[in-house]
């Protein structure tokens, strides 16, 4: 890294992004989901579970963007359930450009990568659904190595609004697709959250299997050919306590060894 | 030779130097890695901290942009060597840490350090709670009124987050150097570590975790050890305070933990850090 790239800041801009691409052969990951999926607490969630150690085998390197994690882990925390106090807390004013986070495989001989976390609010969230014009004006999509669309598995509980939450995905996905920034190569990964309540005894004859029966066959039949792959995740993250290292995050850590061991795209921005 | 002393407030700084300059006037070299030849125009200040610590007393800074340079002569191995360990209220650190950038008061200092004393008090080693990705499993949506939200202020950072800050702005003020920094990470009150252990870094491998991976990870920037301190010997309150300030040589109230060995020698890790 160089000495400009030392110096913190809470949030890295487009063009610093850029530097640190080029840099730390880092890769972009950018969060998509329906209303209320969670970005911020999905951002935050990952950035906290070093706070315990490693996770699969990666450990903390560096972060440019402390601040900024901190800034998300402070709203992630104040979250009080109600959909309104959720993951859209952030506002197009409160958003910059990207989290740094900088990363090492303790297992792989020691190789360190970096993941940019394009941060961008939950407004923009809505505009994307609506507008392929306002997904070709967003920066981190045409920068983007992974599309990673969260899925709110309480939303997938609910039978009277879980076709609501495939059709917004299906509209984001096709709008980010058809927007045209998107670069050849993109890595799609489909993360489900809160997986343990549509295990939980109440949620298992139906959403569980709607999941497994009707989303993930849908996606994959709808997009998987659109992009260098389409992966399905399920996270069931709870919070633990510090003897309970080894259950933090289930499904987190198998999603950030999959952006991590994926190298970026070479291919340059098309559209 | 420079050493920085960094950390936030009342994380041991002054006690710790207190009782380095107490140990390195008294000892002889077969008692202490480093014992003092000369002193500089400072020594009343050294004087003062050492005074109070011996007392069992809080050093009160008066001013928080009052720095001394804090020079000496040591003698280590034989070899008499000149430095300087400026005393920095831990409030710089601090503003630091919040503005990514050095005070004007720091930024030589650090640049030019030829090692870092890093403080951190035990009680401050604290993990933030975990983020669910979820929220608590009820079964249900909670429905509770929306919690008022303060202003997010960076002082509510953890710790080890504002001290992997501190170290990341060490790395750009040292980069010129091209070679790693090496590092002294000293948990202070380290009597109050329960339960007891004489493995300080396996200690903060679990509960500065963020900062221990940072540290690991960064050879090519830092080299570092970690030590459990105790420069006062225990909370001086009541009878442990009588007991503790009765001894007849009051250095040996000190406790220097590092690598599972425990010594009274509280001037090794200036040693360690200086390469001496």
């Not at chain 1, 920034?181 to 959403?207: E, F, P, Q, Y």
């Not at chain 1, 919070?239 to 190298?263: E, K």
Request: aromatic residues 8%; hydrophobic residues 40%.
């Amino acid at each position: 890294m160089t000495s400009s790239s030392l110096v913190a800041t809470p949030f890295l801009s487009s063009a610093q992004g850029e530097e640190v691409k080029a840099d730390e052969n880092a890769q972009v990951v950018f969060l998509i989901g329906p209303l209320h999926s969670g970005k911020t607490t999905a951002v935050a969630s990952i950035y906290s579970a070093f706070f315990y150690g490693p996770v699969a085998d990666l450990s903390f390197v560096w972060s440019r963007t402390l601040l900024g994690f901190e800034n998300r882990a402070y709203l992630a925390r104040t979250s009080s359930g109600s959909p309104s106090m959720g993951a859209e807390r952030t506002s197009r004013s409160e958003t910059g450009g990207y989290l740094h986070l900088r990363l090492q495989d303790d297992g792989n001989g020691q190789v360190q990568r970096t993941l940019l976390f394009a941060d961008w609010s939950g407004e923009e969230s809505r505009d994307l659904m609506n507008s392929r014009d306002r997904a070709a004006a967003l920066e981190g999509l045409k920068a983007c190595d992974h599309l990673a669309i969260l899925l709110d598995g309480q939303r997938v509980k609910d039978t009277m609004d879980r076709q609501n939450v495939l059709d917004e995905t299906i509209q984001l996905l096709r709008s980010c697709l058809d927007s045209g920034v998107l670069k050849s190569g993109v890595h799609a990964s489909v993360v489900l959250s809160k997986w343990d309540i549509l295990k939980s005894k109440a949620g298992r004859t139906s959403g569980a299997a709607w999941v497994s029966d009707t989303v993930e066959p849908t996606l994959e039949a709808l997009f998987s050919d659109r992009f260098a792959s389409l992966t399905f995740f399920r996270v069931s993250a709870r919070s633990a306590p510090l003897s309970s290292v080894n259950t933090r995050s289930a499904g987190m850590g198998a999603l950030l060894r999959h952006w991590f061991d994926r190298p970026p795209t070479i291919s340059g921005i098309t559209g | 030779m420079r050493v920085v002393m960094l950390g936030m407030p009342e994380a041991g700084k002054s006690t710790f130097l207190g009782a380095l300059w107490h140990s390195a006037n008294r000892a002889v070299p077969e008692e202490a890695a480093l014992t003092v030849r000369a002193v500089g125009p400072d020594s009343e200040y050294l004087n003062k901290m050492s005074h109070a610590w011996l007392n069992g007393e809080t050093f009160d800074r008066t001013d928080m942009n009052e720095t001394r340079p804090n020079t000496m002569t040591l003698r280590a191995d034989g070899q008499d060597n000149e430095v300087m360990i400026p005393d920095f209220s831990g409030e710089l650190s601090k503003k630091a840490y919040r503005e990514a950038q050095w005070p004007p008061q720091l930024a030589d200092a650090v640049a030019e350090a030829d090692g870092v004393l890093l403080f951190v008090h035990l009680e401050d080693l604290t993990s933030p709670s975990l983020i669910a990705w979820v929220e608590e499993v009820s079964g249900e949506t909670s429905q509770e009124d929306p919690i008022p939200q303060e202003p997010w202020d960076p002082d509510d950072a953890p710790t080890v987050v504002k001290l992997v800050g501190l170290l990341e702005l060490v790395a750009a003020s040292q980069e010129k150097k091209n070679r790693p920094i090496r590092v002294a990470l000293i948990i202070s009150a380290w009597d109050l570590v329960n339960p007891a252990t004489d493995d300080p870094a396996g200690w903060f491998s679990e509960r500065g975790a963020l900062l221990a991976q940072f540290l690991r990870n960064n050879t090519d920037k830092f080299e570092h050890t970690i030590y459990g301190i105790s420069a006062q010997g225990g909370v001086l309150s009541g009878a442990t305070r009588k007991r503790l300030l009765g001894y007849k040589k009051p250095s040996n109230r000190i406790r220097v933990v590092v690598q599972g060995a425990e010594s009274h020698d509280i001037t090794a890790p200036l040693k360690w850090v200086l390469s001496i």
